[in-house]
């Protein structure tokens, strides 16, 4: 992601990352020790990212944050995943309710949206990062 706003924060790009504990307890800290995670454990090595920082959110369920609700209804698959394949491969690891077709499967689910704040596409959560400069950049040139 730092790579992406690097390349593009010049011409508009900004990313957000929204932290969510809803996938296998993963981000199972204090907001406030997020980014110092970030720096000195996972991925550590000083990382520092280079987007905006929301406090943690829930994406799934009853108590789902009004942006992921607004993307997940314009963008209810990621674009990238096939549409018949699993929810998920282990259920068990499900945290949230009522279960939706249009729900994030697990965490790095991307999405990208348009200078107009119009959702483009969404991507699953195996697609590499840096291979979305190229809608970037398609979206930039309109």
């Known amino acids: 992601m730092n790579v992406l706003v690097e390349k593009?924060?010049?011409?508009?790009?900004?990313?957000?990352?929204?932290?969510?504990?809803?996938?296998?307890h993963q981000e199972n800290c204090k907001n406030?020790?997020?980014?110092?995670?970030?720096?000195?454990?996972?991925?550590?090595?000083?990382?520092?990212p280079?987007?905006?920082?929301?406090?943690?959110?829930?994406?799934n369920g009853k108590d789902v944050h009004p942006v992921f609700q607004f993307l997940k209804s314009n963008l209810p698959m990621p674009s990238d995943e096939d549409p018949d394949g699993l929810f998920m491969a282990n259920p068990t690891g499900i945290q949230w309710k009522p279960l939706l077709r249009s729900d994030i499967r697990w965490n790095f689910e991307k999405f990208l949206v348009d200078k107009n704040g119009i959702p483009y596409r969404r991507y699953g959560?195996?697609?590499?990062?840096?291979?979305?400069?190229?809608?970037?950049?398609?979206?930039?040139?309109?």
């Open 8 to 24: 593009y924060q010049s011409k508009g790009l900004h990313i957000l990352g929204f932290p969510c504990n809803q996938f296998g």
């Open 32 to 48: 406030e020790e997020i980014l110092d995670i970030l720096k000195h454990v996972r991925p550590g090595d000083s990382f520092e």
């Open 50 to 59: 280079k987007i905006e920082m929301f406090s943690k959110v829930n994406v």
């Open 125 to 142: 959560k195996t697609f590499p990062t840096i291979d979305l400069a190229t809608d970037i950049e398609a979206l930039i040139s309109q």
